[in-house]
């Protein structure tokens, strides 16, 4: 195959390539394969690979994270600049994005205290049996998503199903409950800032109210048949304890982290949009609840670390900036 020099490193033929200059930077997308820029490549393939390779997810995750970063500074200039300075004028814009993933460090400490609330052992009882046991419960995290953020919706979800499962959760349910967490907030402004950000732009809210349709529909395509895998690998369980009382004092605490981040969330993209972007206001909102609620009921703070690799492995998510 025809190949050319860039750099001294042969790239195919096919891949279309622009000069790296600093006036032409703004308008230079990088060598891409067809219409698909080649960066967009490495990121499917890092997704792959978390996906199929889980127990490595944090390897290749922070693999795939170098590998685009070394990647976009000697072939594919950022849309702030080209080489080491535009990396760290990008990581510059991008540091609330990346300081708000620790999010999921407090979210893991909520949905904790949500499962030692002991509500979740309840909810057999109100729970059909079978699939469309599991079925209800991707509609409740599908639901609940539309006023919480989504992050918190499964991670909730995730509790309850390792407590009607018996902690037997099969790999694709746990992708339904995180597919049904992003699909329910599609047709609302509230607990999403990107759907909050197009409120902010003064078009009404009822324009995305028809992303629900959508978002029902896909609930459904995804939602029975993976419920129906869920229940071959491990039913719900039917049984609850009758015993078990629910702790509202970890309730309240669970609520006033939910309503105090949605209100933060709300309050910024709507009122202090034009600082924003300047500190990670949600992710603080969420630990300052977390540690003023300490005295009540102490965090599992054994959880930090598993939390800490997977918001490491979310990490690529961020490092991709869309093409100039």
Not at 268 to 279: C, M
Request: glycine content about 10%; charged content about 10%.
């Amino acid at each position: 195959m025809n190949r050319v020099l860039v750099c001294g490193t042969a790239l195919p033929a096919g891949l279309v390539w622009a000069p790296a200059s600093a006036a032409e930077t703004a308008a230079f997308a990088g060598p891409s394969l067809g219409p698909v820029p080649v960066e967009f490549l490495f990121f499917a393939a890092v997704l792959a690979g978390v996906a199929i390779f889980h127990t490595h997810a944090l390897r290749i995750a922070m693999g795939g994270a170098v590998l685009i970063a070394l990647y976009k500074i000697l072939w594919s200039p950022f849309k702030v600049g080209a080489g080491v300075s535009g990396l760290l004028t990008h990581l510059g814009h991008e540091w609330v994005l990346l300081s708000n993933l620790l999010l999921l460090l407090g979210f893991a400490l909520l949905a904790d205290r949500f499962e030692k609330s002991e509500v979740p052992a309840l909810l057999p009882r109100f729970l059909p049996g079978g699939w469309q046991g599991g079925f209800v419960l991707l509609a409740l995290v599908w639901a609940l998503s539309g006023f919480l953020d989504n992050l918190a919706a499964a991670m909730i979800g995730g509790a309850i199903a390792h407590t009607v499962f018996k902690g037997r959760v099969h790999i694709g349910y746990l992708a339904a409950i995180v597919a049904a967490s992003n699909a329910g907030g599609a047709g609302n402004v509230v607990g999403d800032t990107t759907a909050t950000m197009i409120w902010i732009a003064g078009i009404s809210p009822l324009e995305v109210a028809e992303a629900y349709i959508a978002a029902a529909v896909a609930l459904v395509t995804f939602g029975i048949p993976l419920a129906m895998k869920q229940d071959a690998y491990m039913s719900l369980s039917r049984d609850f304890d009758a015993q078990a009382h629910v702790d509202w004092t970890r309730v309240a605490i669970v609520g006033f982290i939910l309503v105090a981040a949605i209100v933060v969330d709300v309050l910024v993209n709507t009122r202090l949009a034009e600082i924003s972007g300047l500190f990670p206001f949600l992710g603080a909102t969420v630990w300052a609840a977390v540690l003023l609620t300490m005295s009540l009921r102490r965090p599992n703070w054994s959880l930090v670390p598993g939390a800490f690799k997977g918001a490491v492995t979310a990490t690529p998510a961020a490092t991709l900036p869309a093409s100039p």
